[in-house]
């Protein structure tokens, strides 16, 4: 299993409000997500975080829609704290 010290750094950075226990979790659940190589998927990942962070007691909120970026539209899933 091959770890992204790199992303691993960049997801503390940027999640250095949220507590140690959620921040773990996340990096767990990262783990995960590069060893399954899922493509497209987002909504199993937004998924997976809306639970861990439910869990670890935040307001969180599973999205989805549909995107356009100016080339194609295309659906997609994400996570809101």
């Known amino acids: ?5 790199e992303m691993i750094k960049y997801i503390r950075r ?7 226990r ?5 990096i767990k659940l990262f783990n995960k997500m590069v060893d ?3 493509h497209n998927g987002c909504l199993s990942n937004s998924a997976m975080l809306f639970v ?3 869990y670890c007691g935040y307001d969180a ?10 080339k194609h539209e295309f659906y997609h899933a994400w996570l809101e704290i």
């Open 36 to 38: 399954a190589k899922e």
């Open 14 to 20: 940027q999640m250095s409000e949220y507590d140690e």
């Open 22 to 26: 959620f921040t773990n979790a996340v």
């Open 52 to 54: 861990c962070a439910r």
């Open 61 to 70: 909120k599973l999205c989805y829609g549909l995107c356009d970026n100016g």
């Open 1 to 5: 299993m091959a770890r992204d010290y």
